[in-house]
C-alpha cells in the first residue's frame, strides 16, 4: 500500500512541476493578435492612411482599413496615422491582462504567470483601432476575459469582445 500512495505522490509531483512550466495564455491564445485599424475623421471614414503602430514588442505598418498582427505586450500601442490633406492621428492604446492569468497562478503558479508576463500572451488589446485623423486619443483596454477553470481554459477560451475606442480629444 505504501507503493502506492508513494507512486500517487510521484506522479502528482511531476505533473505538478510540469504545468508550472509553460504558461496558460501562451498555449491557448499566443503572444500574437490580430487587431483591425480604422481611420476616421469629422467628414467620415479616411481610406487609405498609412499608420505605424509601436510596443515594446515590435513596430507594426498597415494601410486603412486594414488588419495586422501585433505582438501582444503589457505596454501600451502608440498608433500614428497619416494621409496627405489631413492632420495625423496619434492614439495610444492600452492592453488589458487577460483572465486567465489569475488562473494561471492558481493552477500554473508564478512561473506559468511569469512566462506569459514576460512573452505577453497574458493581455490583449482591443481587436479593432479607431484613429481619429487630427486628434490624439487614449483607448480603454481590452475587456479582459473571465478567469476560466483549468479544464475548460484548455479546451476553449472566448475571444475578447471589440472594446469601444475613446474619440475625445487630449488637448
Known amino acids: 500500500m505504501s507503493k502506492q500512495i508513494l507512486r500517487i ?8 512541476g510540469a504545468s508550472s512550466l509553460t504558461g496558460c495564455a501562451s498555449i491557448v491564445s499566443g503572444t500574437n493578435q490580430i487587431v483591425s485599424v480604422e481611420t476616421l475623421h469629422s467628414s467620415g471614414p479616411v481610406i ?15 494601410t486603412t482599413p ?7 505586450a503589457y505596454g501600451d500601442m502608440s498608433v500614428k496615422c497619416e494621409k496627405l490633406g489631413f492632420d495625423p492621428g496619434l492614439a495610444s492604446i492600452k492592453s488589458a491582462t487577460k483572465g ?4 494561471n497562478i492558481l493552477v500554473g503558479g508564478f512561473i ?12 490583449d488589446y482591443p481587436n479593432t483601432f479607431q484613429i481619429m485623423m487630427g486628434q490624439q486619443t487614449s483607448a480603454p483596454a481590452a475587456a479582459p476575459q473571465a478567469a ?24
Open 100 to 103: 486567465m492569468m489569475a488562473g
Open 48 to 62: 487609405g492612411a498609412t499608420c505605424k503602430l509601436e510596443n515594446d514588442k515590435g513596430v507594426y505598418y498597415v
Open 148 to 171: 476560466a477553470p483549468a479544464a475548460a481554459a484548455a479546451a476553449s477560451v472566448p475571444a475578447a469582445p471589440a472594446a469601444p475606442v475613446a474619440q475625445g480629444g487630449m488637448n
Open 112 to 123: 506559468g504567470a511569469g512566462v506569459d508576463a514576460a512573452t505577453g500572451a497574458g493581455y
Open 66 to 72: 486594414g488588419t495586422v498582427t501585433v505582438h501582444r
Open 9 to 16: 505522490a510521484m506522479m502528482t509531483a511531476v505533473l505538478a
